[in-house]
């Protein structure tokens, strides 16, 4: 039996297969469809049903055909809202589509957002010096209000002092 | 090539003759080239055509669309909006908000209608509904 070239042709039989050869697969949720949960594919999806829960895709996402998405969209490539489709979540894709009349409420990140934390360390080391130099200069001030602390423990002796000069004289 | 330079303080009648108002069928319409730049709070009875460098607020009771190669870091509130420049600012629209391919905008949006092409960058949080005519914060 040789299966090498039948199996090529089972792509419906297995459907697990898919990504060994690069291929990647292709999701549709029809207008009956259902999906309450995560879902993580490698390939392309498309949604014309109801969706509640977040969804990644390394590939595209397509909501059409009257398809409602609640919750986060993560998709590598491309994320198109169709002038019938519905979106109420968050999104984090690389290419952004919304057709006129699509619903869409929700936070909208793309991009690369690596080069930020890089900067944020070199803020760090910058700051760090220059805190140092103002401890310094605030540590000879100290000594100041600990010399002008003195005076007013020494104002209420002052104030005692007098007493005891007028008590010498009225002694 | 004279770099028109203007600064509005809540003068539209006055600041808008001074930088290309125009009446087509009758809007009135204020115009800004690609080498002119306007900062501050500009309140305006029409459309704005914004190119150039843009920074402040735009009240605008028509349309307004920035122009490719523009940059604006403004704050806008009008009827319709269309972006093919770059943005910085939030975006308030009675009605449709269309990002073009080019566009690249950044800050949170309050839309009835959004249009957003393939090709254009959006980084902040959308909201769709019906906009009320005053903003609560004033």
């Known amino acids: 039996m040789s299966s090498t070239g039948p199996a090529a042709r089972n792509r419906t039989a297995a459907p697990a297969g898919n990504g060994s050869d690069g291929a990647h697969s ?46 986060p969209v993560t998709a590598r490539d ?42 944020a360390v070199e803020q760090v080391h910058e700051a760090e010096p220059a ?5 310094a ?31 010498g004289k009225r002694r | ?39 501050g709070k500009l309140v305006f009875d029409g459309s704005v055509h914004v190119d150039g460098r843009a920074e402040g607020e735009f009240k605008v009771t028509g349309n307004l669309d920035v122009a490719q190669g523009a940059t ?18 939030s975006v308030t629209v009675r009605d449709k908000l269309t990002l073009g391919k080019n566009a690249r905008l950044s800050g949170d949006i309050v839309v009835r209608r959004l249009q957003i092409d393939d090709g254009a960058s959006l980084n902040g949080h959308v909201r769709m509904g019906d906009i009320e005519q005053h903003g609560s914060g004033g």
């Open chain 1, 131 to 135: 805190i140092k130099p103002i401890e």
């Open chain 2, 72 to 89: 604006a870091r403004i704050s806008i509130e009008a009827a319709n909006v269309t972006v093919k420049g770059q943005v910085e600012g």
């Open chain 1, 78 to 119: 491309r994320l198109v809202v169709g002038r019938s489709g519905s979106l109420m979540g968050d999104v984090h894709v690389a290419r952004l589509v919304v057709q006129d009349g699509a619903t869409f409420s929700g936070k909208v990140s793309m991009g690369k957002q690596v080069e930020a934390p890089p900067k």
């Open chain 1, 137 to 167: 200069v605030k540590a000879p001030e100290a000594a100041k209000p600990a010399a002008a602390i003195k005076p007013p423990p020494a104002s209420r002796p002052g104030q005692s002092t007098r007493p005891p000069e007028t008590k």
């Open chain 2, 1 to 39: 090539m004279d770099v028109q330079e203007a600064v509005a303080e809540s003068t539209p009648g006055a600041s808008a003759e001074d930088n290309g108002d125009a009446k087509r069928d009758g809007q009135r319409k204020f115009t800004m080239g690609p080498n002119d730049s306007l900062e």
């Open chain 1, 26 to 71: 292709s999701i549709v949720l029809g207008p009956r469809d259902r999906l309450v949960g995560q879902l993580y594919i490698e390939g392309d999806l498309r949604v014309a049903g109801t969706v509640e829960g977040g969804l990644e895709v390394t590939g595209s996402v397509e909501i059409d055909d009257g398809g409602r998405v609640t919750g």
